[in-house]
């Protein structure tokens, strides 16, 4: 029986490696929406911080360049605070951007494996069965002689 060929396996090994890639372009984006979330988080903290001194400083005898100062850097604290933001927000939407090419190139891979399984299962199918139709012809000579 002639060997099994699948017709479309170049295609089907070119779909899987833009599979690998679109995966490992999402999973980048993923870490970099991590990443960019935890910086957030460090800078809420940092934010909270700063306005918990800014309080304290309040309470006590007032130094006017001390309360400054920490005005100032709680100034900058929250430009920093709303670029971050930002960049979560475009770390996000990169992030679902790929993960939405991931997602089709992992259909279209998915869809030549099936092809590729339906077809090896048919070829099975008639090997075995080319294979059982020679054993019974095997066993019917071999029946006639005795």
Partial sequence: MKKFHFRLERYRHLKAQ???A????????QKEFQDETARLTALRQKNSEL??????????KLQRELLDA????????RNSLAEQTDIVFQAEEKMKGEQRVYIEARKSSKLLDRLYQRQWTAYYQEFL???QKMLDEIGLISYLKD
């Fill in 129 to 131: 069965h080319s294979e």
């Fill in 18 to 20: 833009e599979e690998k």
């Fill in 51 to 60: 306005l918990a001194l800014n309080r304290k400083l309040l309470q006590g």
């Fill in 22 to 29: 679109a995966q490992m372009e999402f999973v980048k984006a």
């Fill in 70 to 77: 920490c005005y100032g850097c709680l100034l900058v604290q």
